[in-house]
């Protein structure tokens, strides 16, 4: 799974040794939603909380002007439905098909009975008396 989360819906990055914790916006009196990314060098947690909390907006958080940024966030599949992967692998085989019939017919040359012949008559020529 992908998440998706905008610099408008972060209220604030915290590093947590070798995982970042992402704090989300939300409206004055309800608890912010928490993403949390594991796997990461407690080096590159700091840097990257640091970085990113000093580009955020000043929010207008006291007055509960605050949007929910659990509504911005956005999840999806990295893998495709099984329909559309199937779909896909037909389209392929059937470019493929045609593409293997357009080269054959190309590089094969003439073909029937009159170019046989004509082909022999090239090939042997006569001699005249």
Do not use: Y
Request: a neutral charge; aromatic letters at 2%.
């Amino acid at each position: 799974m992908e998440t998706r989360i905008p610099l408008q819906a972060v209220r604030r990055i915290h590093a947590e040794g070798s995982a970042v914790a992402v704090e989300l916006t939300a409206p004055a009196g309800t608890t912010p939603a928490v993403h949390r990314v594991g796997g990461v060098s407690e080096a590159a947690a700091t840097f990257f909380a640091d970085a990113v909390n000093a580009t955020l907006p000043e929010r207008a958080e006291e007055a509960g002007e605050t949007a929910d940024g659990s509504a911005l966030v956005t999840v999806r599949a990295l893998t495709e439905p099984e329909q559309d992967r199937r779909t896909r692998v037909l389209r392929l085989w059937v470019k493929a098909v045609a593409l293997l019939t357009a080269a054959s017919r190309c590089c094969a040359g003439p073909s029937g009975p009159s170019s046989a012949r004509s082909s022999s008559s090239l090939a042997s020529p006569s001699t005249s008396p």
